[in-house]
């Protein structure tokens, strides 16, 4: 049965990486279901064509509107689809009750936890704060609240709201790739996977240099913005910038790589950890709330590498189960029965 779904997602400012996935995997659902209303940022205007079914509005915003005038676009979208089911909105809080049912979904904890981040002046003391201040103000205004970790629900689990809701990224491709358990040629590498300053970068090449002693010809692949890199590892003989490539692309990285790393200091999600750690033949991860939860009830090993300061998880892909992952049709599934069960009387 085919069902128009009057549910608004505002994903405007989205653009790449985690969110994009996200955005993505909703849209191609909904299309499937009859159609929704997506909110999108003018580069995934792609999604238009691929899933037609649903209605699309393209916004966009500068820096600057989205400090001091974020979401006044949502008045001229009312006006044309009326008061929706559901209003879910992606990292944008939640300035008033715009649906019938309002959800926040926490896309990035920094703003509620960057004290100890590396993080540029403009971030720490403007952009990260004000967010942080404007998401908390407005809790009160979303009957739902979901984040991608129990970790990152805890830093809001005091606040004013009726239901808290846990919504972890999908790992298809990881799921796929574990009930196959193919036989893939690992190349002499080793894959860092983003490049912010909160991924402590230089904490990830003394793991590196660690496995070299044993592995000479090791080499190190960094995925991400180049611009983000230290300057120590940028002209490293070692050291292999691959610049910003498509998901598809990173996921054939990480299959056929010996180690995969990553010191990153704080997550909101275990999903980049996750792909790593179940395509590489070895995985060094920092000792973070996430990446405990992705290895609950899995086997691993918390070992010490000289000149880090705290213990990391060492996981080999060939022990691990998956027993913590969903699909993207399970999550999705699960957000509507959480909107359907909301008020029993609630039909769409």
């Given at each position: 049965?085919?069902?128009?779904y009057?549910f ?9 990486g ?6 993505y995997e909703?849209?191609?659902?909904f299309h499937?279901k009859?159609?929704?209303c997506?909110?999108i ?18 916004v ?12 006044d676009?949502?008045?001229d ?8 089911d559901?209003y ?5 809080p ?15 904890v ?5 004290k ?9 003391y403007i952009?990260?704060?004000?967010l ?8 009160k205004?979303?009957?739902i609240i ?13 606040q ?9 990224n ?18 002499n ?11 402590a970068?230089?904490?990830s ?8 002693k044993?592995n000479?010809?090791?080499k190190?692949?960094l995925?991400?913005d180049?611009?983000s890199?230290?300057?120590q590892?940028v ?8 610049g910003?490539?498509?998901?598809s ?14 010191t990153t200091?704080?997550e ?5 950890a ?9 995985s060094?991860?920092?000792d ?14 918390r ?12 996981i080999?892909?060939e ?10 049709g399970?999550?999705?599934?699960e957000m509507?029965?959480k909107?359907?069960?909301?008020h029993?009387?609630?039909h769409v």
């Amino acid at each position: 049965m085919i069902v128009k779904y009057n549910f608004l997602f505002n994903f405007a400012a989205t653009r790449t990486g985690g969110g994009l996935k996200r955005l993505y995997e909703y849209t191609k659902w909904f299309h499937k279901k009859g159609g929704a209303c997506f909110i999108i940022h003018p580069n995934c205007e792609f999604l238009i064509k691929n899933f037609p079914n649903n209605q699309y509005f393209i916004v966009l915003q500068s820096r600057t509107q989205r400090l001091f005038k974020d979401c006044d676009y949502l008045s001229d979208i009312k006006k044309e689809i009326g008061m929706p089911d559901l209003y879910y909105s992606y990292g944008i809080p939640v300035y008033y009750h715009f649906g019938k049912i309002n959800w926040f979904h926490l896309s990035n904890v920094l703003p509620l936890n960057s004290k100890n981040m590396e993080v540029s002046l403009f971030d720490r003391y403007i952009r990260l704060r004000l967010l942080g201040w404007k998401m908390s103000k407005n809790y009160k205004n979303a009957d739902i609240i979901s984040a991608e970790s129990l970790s990152s629900l805890s830093m809001i689990k005091n606040q004013n709201t009726k239901e808290m809701f846990l919504s972890i990224n999908g790992s298809d491709d990881e799921i796929i790739f574990l009930q196959n358990r193919l036989e893939i040629k690992k190349d002499n590498m080793a894959v860092i996977v983003g490049t912010q300053r909160y991924k402590a970068l230089l904490d990830s090449y003394r793991i590196f240099e660690t496995l070299k002693k044993k592995n000479k010809l090791l080499k190190l692949f960094l995925i991400g913005d180049k611009r983000s890199i230290p300057k120590q590892l940028v002209n490293n003989k070692s050291v292999v910038l691959t610049g910003v490539i498509s998901q598809s692309e990173v996921i054939e990285f990480l299959k056929k790589t010996k180690y995969y790393i990553s010191t990153t200091l704080v997550e909101n999600s275990f999903n980049a950890a996750s792909e790593g750690v179940i395509f590489a033949s070895e995985s060094y991860i920092s000792d973070i709330a996430p990446h405990r939860e992705l290895l609950e009830n899995e086997s691993f090993k918390r070992v010490l590498i000289p000149h880090l300061s705290n213990s990391v998880l060492r996981i080999k892909g060939e022990d691990i189960t998956g027993k913590n992952l969903k699909l993207w049709g399970v999550i999705i599934t699960e957000m509507v029965e959480k909107v359907m069960s909301y008020h029993k009387n609630y039909h769409v």
